[in-house]
Every structure is written in structure tokens, then in C-alpha cells.
């Protein structure tokens, strides 16, 4: 790969599943001209702007269109071109350029979630997916890595004629036929590659990873999020017979547009330059809802800085009223990693929901123990267990899953159990090998919990447990003469008996950016989701695949929001977004509190899971949102302190920001996060009624630990003049020592609706601090 050492390279590692993207930076030859807003009347007349600036530096038009690799022109102004650093320094310099930046890449991040979110068609008429007809008539936009057509999951039948302000359509190309492959739920397919082989340098496919030049997915993570947001019914689909059930999307009547923009090499890596590209498109093509499990890294880049690509081509579309739904990235449980941060973007973070998959361990002394696998072949009936104790002086040594090493003479014919330390999968793959190969025939690993589920190879039976389950096993080795184990078949287990908690691996916050905005927004069930995939997904099965991850849960939002789009097609992205998180779960349907995975378990907090799990029926009526548009996110601007230059490019509006800075803390969020408090401050929220004109609304306030909070008025009375109402809330700090977070909550209701925002708030009394707790 060319400049491989410099380029924005991926990492991502989830449970050997699928990840959010992940990316550091890279100097590159393509650059970013960005121009902030459309200046010209139409497009055509902004690409010749484009040219006669480039052709300016370069010397001719001949020159500018040979060195162009795309003109941003639709729902913003700017191009992507081969330059090198003389001539791009040049670029910035001109009147109009806001910046010239360095391309980047970027690497890639249910039969039963639906049902658990309350969304089964079996429940009542007036659940969400029947007031929204199934989301008829919403248009999602996924950029991925592309879609496989052929799917069960994307027929039509049913579907009327595609919407008439539809601007968009499907582009033949490689394995593309529009006219097979496209229908009324495939409405638009686009692919964008130009920026990424600029890069790469070689032609796809010489990794020796399939690829086409085209809409079509050869990785799998595209169709498998397309059809988790929008697939339509799919009846008697399992994966390895486990997880029975009708698979659909969340807005199965919603229409798809896909925007390729991630390639499979190295895993799966996108161009910034490309997915600026498809928001540029798809502004214009009039999607409703866009959809990305896409991310940047730690340490983030600021909002406006297209090396990035999301948050400056997603500021544009929620500027166009598009909701833009992005994952939260899988680098938890550690504290300020959440990504995707800017406060236009819908963040979600990733829970497990109430489906678990059991596999029992009989003991030969009768006990019984539950552990978790995805292993359908036969049982394996009482055999020899051994734990390996090691012969050496150094205690890591003995039965540690990462240093198992074939050996047929010890293992032979036996369940081996081991221990490792670290909560990903790579060391279950590891000791499943080697036992494999020693002619073992199953193996238990002890470990911290990491919530995603994935078969061995050949399905050879490898069974996760805890430290506590697995210490029971190891003293039953020890005491027992001849210590033998029976391993059985999976099992599905759903309903009240599972709890849902936040997914070990999903990024919590604060924000390392912006810590005043809570990040994420909400979470959404992405571990061992069932959704649609491509032939060539290691892990396919009859047309599907089971993958973890908060790329799986964000097209569940996704969907969400469609229908919630569809019920209220006048509703701001801000305002989907509020009520979300207002009125998001943050019990189990048992009433036990959600916990959320790490080390210990510990009980969820709002940067685990921001307002909590999704709620799609009551996000349907949530009595009051916080809306926002853009005054508030140029409040935010100015706050971070971006000059008066580039947030009117970004605008396309003259903006001058205040001589006294604003506070992020003043943005219309549904949250309050205070992250350095020293002795009080008082923040503004403004919301609007969404209920019954004549509503009346009382504060009910659980204050963080060492504050005291009021709200000022008490009490919000509406009328048919009256539906916007502001008030003020002062927190106070009783405790005048640094300390670490502490969370309490604002809620509002009139007796019907529970307007739920959460608090955050960090005590200080000196200069900030090392701490993310």
C-alpha cells in the first residue's frame, strides 16, 4: 500500500466481530478543499466555481479536472483533489477557503430486538410500528460498505411507488444492475471509491479480499446494518438454529438508499473525502434519515475538521432537517471514549437485550452451570475435564488460554478449562485451536465479560464463563479423582429472566472533547444481532449472520427514527433526538435498574447510556421535547471557541460570536452536563409542548450527590398561545472538593408523560484534574 506508514489507518477489535471504525491521522496526496456553505444558485455553476479555483493553482482547466476527484455541491461547497503540499498551501490562502485538509481513512466499526424494544407486531394497534405504517414513506440513507441485493430482507412486496420527491436512483456498475437489483425498497445505490484508491494505490482486490466496483457488498457489515434499520419480514430465520424467529428492520416499510463508501481491505476502510461525498449526494437526494457505523479516534478531531468527514458533512444535512445517526464506537468500558461527539449528531452506545444463549456444564458431581456459547452441534456426554496447572515456577503460566499450545498426549479427547485476563475474544479463538488441534473436544474459558457471542471454527464447542463459575469447575478438577464435564447444545433464553445491561465493549463517556455534552445520547441493543449478510461473511449463515457491536446498534435507531419521522414528519432532528432520550428506559421491563458491563458490574449511568435504552413507543408521545437547530449550534461553536470565519462558512450566514464566550452549558440539549462545578451556576433549557394544548408540568428533581439543584418556574403551564416555555436550573455545590462525576435527573410530568433529563456534575475547587470517573 502506498505511504502506508503516513495514511489515517483503522484498528478495531470487537469479540473477533465487527467494530465502529476507528482511524489515526495521515498525510495524503488527495486533499479537502472545504468552502464552508453552497455559494452558487445551482450546481452545475458551483463545479465550474470548483474548476476555476483549481485551475487557478494548477495552471489550466485541462489541469483542474484531471487533479478533481469529486466537487462537493449540494449541501455544501468544496472539492476533493490530487495536490501536493505547495499547491494545497496555495488553496488555503485564497478569499473563500475555510480549509484545505489531508484525505483520511477510515477502517469498518433482529429476530428478537424489535420485540424487545416493544416493536412486535403481534403488540397493540397503537404501538409506534402501527401509527407510523411501519415507517411508509421514509427514506434512510446508510453509508457502509454496500448492500447484497438479492436478500430476502430487501423485497418490495407490499410497497407502494417510491416516493415522488425522491431525487436520487441506483448507478449500474460491476455486479449492478438496476434494473435486477434495485425496487421499490432499494430506491438509490451509489458508490464512492475515488478518494480511497487515491490512497490505496493498487487496484482492490489485490489483498486478495473480494470486491466490486459497484453498490455491491462484499463485506457484509452494509447489508447487515441496512436490514437491521429497514429490512422488511423475513419469516423462520435462525443462525445455526439458535435465535428463532421472523427477522425485520425496525421501519420495514421505510425506503433504503445506499451510499458505498467503505471498501473491503484490511478489514474494511473508508475515505473521508468519499464520505463527505455521499452527504453531499444525499442531501441532495432527499433522504430523511442517515445512518452511519462509522467513527473517528481518540484523541478526536474538533467539529469542523473535515479530516474527520462526519460531523462537518452531518452538520450540513441536520442543517437540511436530516437526523444523523451515528455508533458510539467499542472501545469501552474505559471512560472518555465515546465518539462521534458533536452535539447534531444522534450518538448511540450498545446494550445487550432480553435473549441470552445458554449452554449448561454438568459437572460429575450432579452440579450444573450456565454458560454462554453459540455451539449447536452434538452434546458432548461426560468426558475427562483437565485443567492444564503448568510445571513451572511462574504461576501465569498455568491454564492460561493465550499460552495453550497443542498437545495431543495431555489433551486428547478431554474439555480443557483455562483462564485469561483480558475480555476480548482473541483468547477464546486461541485456546479453541490449540485444543482443537491437540484432538480435544471442547473447551470452557473463564473470563471478564465482553457480551458478544461468536461460533468456534467448525463449530467446535468453546464456552464462555465467569471467574466465579469457572474457580467453581477448577475446585471441582482439583477434589475430584476422576473429574469429568458434560457440555450441551446452546439454548435460547428470552423474556424477563434475562436483563439487559450496556454492552461491556460499548465507548462511555464524557465527551474528550466536549465533556459539557453528554455523549452518548441513548443506547440500542447491538450484541448478537441477527440480521441480513453477504455470501462471503465468515460468519454467514443461510443468508444471516449474528455480529456485536455499536454498529449494529445504531441502524436500530436508525429505524427508529424513521418511524418516528414518519408519525411526526415535522419534527427537527433535535427534536427525534430529545425524545429519545427523555424518555428512554433506565429500568428493565422487571423494574430492576440496568446495569452496564465492566469491571465490576456496575449499575448504568448516563455516560454509559446517556438517557438510557430506547424507548420507541413512548418516544412517540414524550409530552415535551428540547428542539434545537442552528442559533443553538453556532452557541455551541463560539463556545468552543471557533472563529467568526469559519462557522459563517459553515452557516452561510455572517456570524459574529459574542466578546464574552457563551457556554456550552447553554445549548438546548436534553441533558445537563456541568463538568467542572465550583460553587453554582444556572443554565437555561427551553422546551415545547408536543401534548395536549391545556398541559401542566411539575419539576420533579433527584440531585446529583453534593449539590443542591432548583428549577425556576416549578411549574410549566401550556396553553393553545403558550407552547414554548424556558426555565432556569441552578446547581449549587455543597461539597467544595474535587471530586469525580455524580448523576441525578430533572424530570417533568404532568401525570401521563415522565420528561426525563439526566444530570451530570463534577465538583471542583482548583484546576481541572486528571479524572474521568
Not at 490530487?82 to 488553496?91: F, H
Not at 411507488?161 to 432499494?186: M, V
Request: charged content about 15%; glycine content about 10%; overall charge neutral.
Amino acid at each position: 500500500m502506498r505511504n502506508l506508514g503516513n495514511l489515517l489507518v483503522v484498528t478495531c477489535f470487537l469479540l473477533g466481530q465487527r467494530g465502529i471504525i476507528r482511524t489515526v491521522e495521515a498525510k495524503s496526496n488527495v486533499h479537502i478543499v472545504y468552502l464552508g456553505a453552497r455559494k452558487q444558485d445551482g450546481p452545475t455553476l458551483e463545479t465550474d466555481s470548483h474548476h476555476d479555483m483549481l485551475a487557478s493553482i494548477l495552471g489550466s482547466k485541462e489541469a483542474a479536472a484531471k487533479s478533481i476527484l469529486y466537487s462537493y455541491r449540494h449541501g455544501f461547497s468544496g472539492f476533493a483533489a490530487k495536490l501536493t503540499e505547495s499547491q494545497a498551501q496555495e488553496l488555503a490562502e485564497l478569499p473563500g477557503v475555510v480549509r484545505v485538509m489531508p484525505n483520511t481513512l477510515f477502517r469498518l466499526q433482529t429476530t428478537r430486538s424489535w420485540d424487545f424494544l416493544g416493536l412486535s407486531p403481534s403488540h397493540s394497534p397503537t404501538s409506534l410500528l402501527y401509527k407510523s405504517r411501519m415507517g411508509d414513506g421514509v427514506i434512510v440513507g446508510m453509508l457502509d460498505s454496500g448492500i447484497w441485493p438479492e436478500s430476502k430482507a430487501f423485497n418490495d412486496a407490499g410497497l407502494g411507488p417510491i416516493p415522488s420527491r425522491w431525487k436520487g436512483g441506483c448507478e449500474p456498475a460491476e455486479q449492478f444492475d438496476p434494473a435486477k437489483h434495485c425496487n421499490r425498497k432499494i430506491i438509490g445505490a451509489r458508490w464512492f471509491v475515488d478518494g480511497f484508491l487515491a490512497e490505496y494505490g493498487r487496484p482492490l482486490n489485490a489483498s486478495g479480499d473480494l470486491e466490486f466496483l459497484s453498490p455491491r457488498d462484499a463485506n457484509g457489515h452494509g447489508t447487515h446494518t441496512s436490514s437491521t434499520a429497514v429490512g422488511s419480514f423475513v419469516s423462520n430465520v435462525s443462525y445455526r438454529g439458535i435465535g428463532y424467529g421472523t427477522a425485520r428492520g425496525g421501519a420495514p416499510r421505510a425506503r433504503l438508499a445506499i451510499y458505498k463508501v467503505c471498501w473491503n481491505v484490511l478489514g474494511g476502510q473508508c475515505s473521508s473525502a468519499d464520505i463527505l461525498k455521499a452527504f453531499d449526494e444525499a442531501i441532495h437526494d432527499g433522504v430523511d434519515v442517515l445512518s452511519l457505523s462509522i467513527g473517528t479516534a481518540i484523541p478526536l478531531f474538533s467539529d469542523v475538521d473535515d479530516r474527520d468527514g462526519i460531523a462537518t458533512g452531518a452538520f450540513h444535512a441536520v442543517a437540511r432537517g436530516i437526523t444523523v445517526v451515528c455508533g458510539a464506537a467499542n472501545d469501552g468500558p474505559a471512560a472518555q471514549t465515546v465518539q462521534n461527539t458533536a452535539p447534531w449528531i444522534l450518538t448511540v452506545g450498545a446494550s445487550t437485550m432480553d435473549r441470552a444463549f445458554h449452554t449448561l456444564i454438568t459437572l460429575g458431581n450432579n452440579e450444573t452451570l450456565a454458560g454462554e456459547a453459540i455451539y449447536t452441534g452434538k452434546e458432548i456426554g461426560f468426558t475427562s475435564l483437565l485443567y492444564p496447572e503448568g510445571t513451572t515456577l511462574d504461576p501465569t503460566l498455568a491454564g492460561v488460554c493465550e499460552r495453550l499450545s497443542p498437545n495431543a498426549t495431555l489433551m486428547a479427547g478431554k474439555v480443557v478449562l483455562c483462564f485469561t485476563y483480558t475480555s476480548r475474544r482473541l483468547a477464546v479463538t486461541i485456546a479453541a485451536e490449540a485444543v482443537k488441534a491437540s484432538r480435544g473436544v471442547g473447551v470452557i474459558v473463564a473470563k471478564n465479560p465482553s457480551d458478544g457471542l461468536a461460533p468456534c471454527s467448525d463449530d467446535f464447542p468453546c464456552v464462555e464463563v465467569d471467574y466465579e463459575i469457572g474457580t467453581r469447575i477448577l475446585l471441582y478438577f482439583r477434589s475430584a479423582r476422576f473429574p469429568v464435564v458434560k457440555l450441551s447444545r446452546t439454548i435460547t433464553a428470552v423474556g424477563k429472566a434475562v436483563q439487559a445491561k450496556v454492552a461491556f465493549f460499548s465507548s462511555r463517556g464524557p465527551s474528550s472533547i466536549s465533556p459539557a455534552v453528554l455523549k452518548p445520547d441513548v443506547a440500542a441493543p447491538g450484541v448478537n444481532i441477527l440480521a441480513a449478510t453477504c455470501p462471503f461473511d465468515p460468519l454467514e449463515d443461510n443468508g444471516y449472520a449474528m455480529h456485536s457491536g455499536t454498529s449494529m446498534s445504531t441502524p436500530h435507531v436508525a429505524g427508529i427514527v424513521a418511524l418516528l419521522k414518519a408519525l411526526h414528519p415535522g419534527w427537527s432532528p433535535a427534536a427525534l433526538r430529545s425524545a429519545l432520550v427523555t424518555t428512554a428506559w433506565r429500568n428493565n421491563p422487571s423494574g430492576f435498574p440496568i446495569f452496564a458491563s465492566a469491571n465490576p458490574l456496575k449499575l448504568a449511568d448516563p455516560f454509559d447510556m446517556g438517557g438510557g435504552i430506547a424507548n420507541p413507543n413512548s418516544a412517540a408521545e414524550p409530552g415535551l421535547v428540547y428542539d434545537a437547530g442552528m442559533p443553538d449550534y453556532i452557541v455551541y461553536l463560539c463556545a468552543m471557541g471557533y472563529n467568526d470565519s469559519e462557522i459563517s462558512h459553515l452557516t452561510k450566514k455572517p456570524t459574529h460570536c459574542p466578546t464574552r464566550r457563551p457556554s456550552v452549558t447553554d445549548v438546548n440539549l436534553p441533558s445537563i452536563t456541568i463538568p467542572s462545578l465550583r460553587s453554582s451556576i444556572t443554565v437555561t433549557r427551553t422546551v415545547t409542548n408536543t401534548g395536549p394544548p391545556e398541559s401542566i408540568y411539575w419539576a420533579e428533581i433527584k440531585p446529583p450527590s453534593g449539590t443542591i439543584v432548583t428549577v425556576k418556574p416549578h411549574v410549566l403551564a401550556f396553553n393553545r398561545k403558550t407552547k414554548k416555555m424556558a426555565f432556569g436550573v441552578t446547581v449549587r455545590a455543597v461539597a467544595l472538593v474535587n471530586t469525580g462525576y455524580y448523576f441525578g435527573s430533572l424530570v417533568w410530568t404532568d401525570g401521563l408523560h415522565a420528561v426525563r433529563s439526566p444530570l451530570a456534575v463534577r465538583i471542583v475547587n482548583q484546576a481541572p484534574f486528571y479524572s474521568a470517573e
